[in-house]
């Protein structure tokens, strides 16, 4: 009876605590981005709205967040320039990891326009629903990076659980439909030269069922540009993102492996608790990430800097390669365009060499 009693002294004293702490850190868990597109970008727009008051270096920044579901685009673009569309899931929003793509779109500020239009956790028919308000950019190049989700739907049921779908699972056959209906959509409907990214792995061994099953979408990607370059020749190409990461889940996951390994069950809550100690305790995700002993994501999925900067390198190379060779018709005017059909992304940094700034994060929400 009395060792019960301390029992719930100490568990009461713990509840207390952590009231406390979270209490005290409202303003930042008020600025947590959670699965709700609309919160996010009503908290984007007010910290872009201070930043423009407070930095003209930022003002200097064309990048357009077009993350509510089929919302009209932000506002028109005022600069003329080429439109850039990044359409994905968490790995393009760039709040559930390092923002690769503000940086990039600084790179590019006086020759073209970038829009955001990725969106934490959603899957490729969620995606395919957003496209009228991708369309309306009237993008010159769109990049699409999507199927991570599917992967994860598809692996078990009880990571299918996670997105509502444990009595039906992601199926593969579902993904090939609606990937194929999204860039076809993409092909008739614009004028864009149209870039499928594969998607990148999960830092776990190959052979772990969620890289069986990356290997598996992007496969299922490469095989409908090959089979979409039959009518639209020169308008559009498969980049093979993945090829950047896979010397980095090479090694062994036993004796020098991750402290915080993916599996299934579990996913989940290491997604939350590495955004819980961004959010709410101030790591930043780099810091995050040493703690777990990962390599390039902060939870086994998300990228951490060295992750974003070989993504944000894949892009900013085929950006390098086509910009200027799209015609009007968003045709690649080249030679040698059936070479595009499937690119390795340029090898400009071994991964593992691949440096981390001092200041880890590009652009974060502070």
Not at 41 to 47: C, I, P
Not at 136 to 145: E, G, S, T
Not at 163 to 183: E, N, V
Not at 325 to 337: E, I, K, Q, Y
Request: net charge negative; with cysteine.
């Amino acid at each position: 009876m009395h060792d019960g009693f301390i029992a719930l002294i100490v568990i009461g004293s713990v509840i207390v605590i952590a009231s406390v702490y979270i209490s005290v850190n409202m303003a930042r868990v008020a600025k947590m981005p959670d699965m709700h597109p609309t919160k996010y970008v009503n908290l984007v727009r007010k910290h872009q709205n201070w930043r423009k008051k407070n930095s003209k270096a930022v003002i200097e920044i064309e990048m357009v967040d077009l993350s509510t579901a089929n919302c009209p685009v932000p506002h028109p673009n005022p600069t003329g320039k080429p439109v850039v569309v990044m359409l994905g899931d968490s790995h393009t929003q760039g709040t559930y990891c390092i923002d690769w793509l503000t940086s990039l779109s600084e790179s590019y500020k006086d020759e073209l326009f970038f829009v955001n239009a990725g969106i934490n956790g959603e899957q490729t028919d969620q995606i395919m629903a957003r496209l009228p308000a991708v369309i309306a950019c009237n993008p010159r190049y769109l990049f699409v990076m999507a199927g991570s989700n599917d992967r994860l739907s598809h692996t078990s049921g009880c990571s299918a659980c996670a997105y509502g779908q444990c009595c039906s699972p992601r199926a593969m056959t579902a993904y090939k439909q609606d990937y194929k209906a999204l860039l076809l959509k993409s092909l008739t409907e614009t004028q864009a030269y149209v870039v499928v990214l594969a998607v990148p792995p999960a830092e776990a061994p190959r052979s772990d069922p969620i890289n069986v099953g990356t290997d598996e979408i992007n496969s299922i990607a490469q095989d409908l540009v090959q089979e979409l370059r039959k009518q639209y020749p020169q308008r559009i190409e498969y980049v093979a993102a993945d090829a950047a990461y896979q010397p980095l889940v090479e090694g062994d996951y036993t004796a020098d492996g991750p402290r915080k390994k993916w599996t299934d069950s579990t996913f989940v809550s290491r997604i939350m608790w590495a955004q819980f100690l961004h959010w709410v305790c101030g790591y930043s995700y780099d810091e995050i990430s040493q703690r777990h002993g990962l390599k390039f994501t902060v939870d086994a999925v998300h990228f951490n800097t060295r992750g974003a900067n070989l993504v944000r390198e894949v892009v900013d190379g085929v950006l390098r390669r086509v910009h200027g060779r799209v015609d009007g018709t968003g045709a690649l005017r080249s030679a040698d365009a059936e070479n595009d059909a499937t690119v390795q992304p340029e090898a400009i940094r071994s991964p593992i060499e691949t440096e981390v700034p001092a200041e880890a994060e590009a652009i974060q929400l502070e």
